[in-house]
T-cell receptor
């Protein structure tokens, strides 16, 4: 079975540019999570969805960040405009139910110059 | 407020030594879930174990074992007879009833030397 798929794996962009990260969860999983990992803040949740509906977006840093889940098999995290402090590894994870273990994708390493 | 504390930043051992990673958590919920994840140098996050708050039974999986003690709010992880492939960052995490996001500890870097 395919795990969580993320693309791109690496993204280098310049400050001010729009960045879109993509995620395909494990088929049949009802929950999808976006996390960010930085040296300073560690692993932190940005937003999560249940059945394509955003449940908790309290971790989204500011209006520059937005996330969508148009269907059960696809989600995007968009940063517009990007800033150097957005540089991090962004992970997508999915779980069958909310309390179950979350399975993580390989992550997208974002560098904003 | 810090919900998960991993006080050990780094641990270095020689192969075949045992290593125990400490995890202390904080929650007001009576229903909650505890997890351990491994992040090897390649960067992915690998699920190791999930425990719910009503199951205090310790668990062993191969060389890995976990000790869950509600009385001390701890969920410690032991690697027995460590191997070089165990070198990684290990994260303890907590989720609470009706709030399924994972709150991660800062992680413990384990280095196993040959």
């Amino acid at each position: 079975d395919a795990g969580v798929i993320q693309s791109p794996r690496h993204e280098v962009t310049e400050m001010g540019q729009e960045v879109t990260l993509r995620c395909k969860p494990i088929s049949g999983h009802d929950y999808l999570f976006w996390y960010r990992q930085t040296m300073m803040r560690g692993l932190e949740l940005l937003i999560y969805f249940n059945n394509n509906v955003p449940i908790d977006d309290s971790g989204m840093p500011e209006d520059r960040f937005s996330a969508k889940m148009p269907n059960a098999s696809f989600s995007t995290l968009k940063i517009q405009p990007s800033e150097p402090r957005d540089s991090a590894v962004y992970f997508c994870a999915s779980s069958l139910e909310g309390a179950n273990e979350q399975f993580f994708g390989p992550g997208t390493r974002l560098t904003v110059l | 407020a810090q919900k998960v504390t991993q006080a050990q930043t780094e641990i270095s051992v020689v192969e075949k030594e045992d290593v125990t990673l400490d995890c202390v958590y904080e929650t007001r919920d009576t229903t909650y879930y505890l997890f351990w994840y491994k992040q090897p140098p390649s960067g992915e996050l690998v699920f190791l174990i999930r425990r719910n708050s009503f199951d205090e039974q310790n668990e062993i999986s191969g060389r890995y074992s976990w000790n869950f003690q509600k009385s001390t709010s701890s969920f410690n992880f032991t690697i027995t007879a460590s191997q070089v492939v165990d070198s990684a960052v290990y994260f303890c995490a907590l989720s609470e009833a009706e709030d399924y996001k994972l709150s991660f500890g800062a992680g413990t870097t384990v280095t196993v030397r040959a």
